[in-house]
């Protein structure tokens, strides 16, 4: 699943590809996104920058326990259920790719995987506006996730949910049955999976 992500396409790219407006200023290339950060998101608003991670203020499970984790990622299996997810709304993430590891512990293989065309990724995601202690309003996304499909397996037993450009606005403005509908895996052989190499992990 999505826990470090890359764009570097530029902006003027990601917004025609959806066919909206780009009015955020600059934006640099990025090799890693990682959560915590701020990350491009489109919302029924259009494209703004969010914080990838929910804070879990009130939050709770299907025990009725407070939820404690911030959560990066959301299991489609459960979104239009769980009592966590209650009042999020949907939105894209676009990427040119995301990495995953495998191997041992300080062994780790850094894997890239992106579309072996070089199209952008659009991952199905969830956002909501968190009142921060001093009332600061901090906008903050959660992608989507569900079963791998054969070409990400291997290295992870699950994978964002990746949206066709047609179905972003079905996603982001369809009704709950629409967007249930679309958190399936990505067709097989459309992702290229390579050894990353060259990425600062500790930057961005």
Known sequence: MPGRLFLTSPMAAVAKAVDRPWDLGDE????????GQEIVTLTPDGFQ????????QGRKNARGRPVMEVLINAR????????????????????????????????????????????LLWFAAMYDVWSAPGGTLVPQVATVTCAPNADVEPIHHRMGVLLAPEDVPVWISGDEAQAKSLTRPLAEGILQISEAS?????GA
């Open 28 to 35: 640099p290339p990025r090799q890693n996104i990682a959560p």
């Open 49 to 56: 920058r969010m914080r990838w991670g929910l804070i879990p």
């Open 76 to 119: 489609s299996e459960t979104l239009f259920d769980k009592s966590a997810f209650e009042g999020l709304k949907r939105a894209v993430v676009p990427a040119d790719g995301w990495y995953e590891w495998t191997g041992e512990k300080r062994k780790k293989t850094a894997w890239s995987l992106r579309r072996a065309d070089g199209a």
């Open 198 to 202: 060259g990425v600062d992990w500790d």
